[in-house]
């Protein structure tokens, strides 16, 4: 299985502020995902994070506010920007690793004041 | 649309059984996961199963599949206090694509 490190594994941040999140897999992996887990909700797909290419975005979930860069196979970062205090949630990324199995780093838990 | 829903709680005696349900509506389904979110973590994929497959067991794990009924279900043999954690289903349409979670269950161990 793919054993994936996300950075930091939690902030507190000010509103209006950015931050961003790093993910990295220890091996070249296909896809992958970013993920926001609202406290005491289930998780949500914010975007596909595409090698090489702009990441696709769920609906609800835009560019401005979430800008994804991945630069190679096994690396991405998800920048939460101009933070208020609904943005406060665990951010998971994930990772597909062969045709079906997706895992998840440990997140990164967010508190927006 | 896609939608995935779970009981929210359950509580088992140490040692018994325990079985999450999860029902989804989509019948494209492919791909229904089950994942284990541990206090202050992240998910920890436990199992999986495919759409043409109606049983799959992994040591104390055994997932059930009735497509008829769209209905999913994890049983946990000889539950442990380590087995406390939010169990996620989750499904895919073609194996390669995003995650629809369900609502999560909190399985709580009574001693």
């Known amino acids: 299985s793919a054993v994936i490190s996300q950075k930091p594994s939690r902030d507190i941040c000010q509103r209006g502020t950015s931050l961003t999140i790093q993910c990295q897999v220890d091996?070249?992996?296909?896809?992958m995902f970013w993920y926001r887990q609202q406290p005491g909700q289930s998780l949500t797909l914010i975007a596909t994070?595409?090698?090489?290419?702009?990441?696709?975005?769920e609906s609800g979930f835009v560019i401005d506010k979430f800008p994804i860069s991945r630069p190679n196979l096994t690396f991405s970062t998800l920048t939460v920007s101009n933070m208020s205090p609904e943005d406060s949630s665990i951010y998971l990324c994930?990772?597909?690793?062969?045709?079906?199995?997706?895992?998840f780093g440990p997140g990164t838990r967010l508190t927006v004041t | 649309g896609e939608d995935v829903e779970q009981s929210l709680f359950l509580s088992v005696r140490e040692g018994d059984s325990s079985v999450i349900n999860c029902t989804y509506t989509d019948s494209s389904s492919t791909y229904l996961y089950w994942y284990k979110q541990e206090p202050g973590a992240g998910l920890q994929l436990l199992t999986y199963i495919f759409s043409n497959m109606d049983m799959k067991q992994d040591q104390r794990l055994t997932v059930l599949l009735n497509k008829k009924d769209k209905h999913l279900s994890l049983r946990i043999a000889d539950t442990q206090t380590g087995d406390s954690a939010i169990y996620f289903c989750?499904?895919?349409?073609?194996?390669?694509?995003?995650?629809?979670f369900g609502t999560g269950t909190r399985l709580t161990i009574i001693p």
């Open positions: 989750a499904e895919s349409l073609f194996g390669n694509e995003k995650l629809t």
């Open positions: 994930s990772a597909q690793q062969g045709s079906y199995e997706q895992y």
């Open positions: 994070a595409n090698q090489g290419s702009e990441a696709t975005y």
């Open positions: 091996s070249q992996v296909t896809m």
